[in-house]
């Protein structure tokens, strides 16, 4: 294994961690009242996925805007 992907795995280890510890220490309840749906969340659990949520939509627009960069520099 290179070094790279040694810190590679070492970065997802030290993630998945610091995610365990912050939904086990965020216990408090969030009621989220939606038109005809009425859910409760962890908070912990909500912070993580809206935190996923907002990498995968820049992740997406990130690669929407460089391939139209790479488009017109083709051109």
Partial sequence: ???????LLITIILIGIYAFLFVGLNKAVVHLDLLFFELDFQLGYLILWSILAGI???LILEIIYFSAKRKNNDE
């Fill in 56 to 58: 995968i939509i820049t």
């Fill in 1 to 7: 294994m290179g070094f790279s992907t040694i810190l």
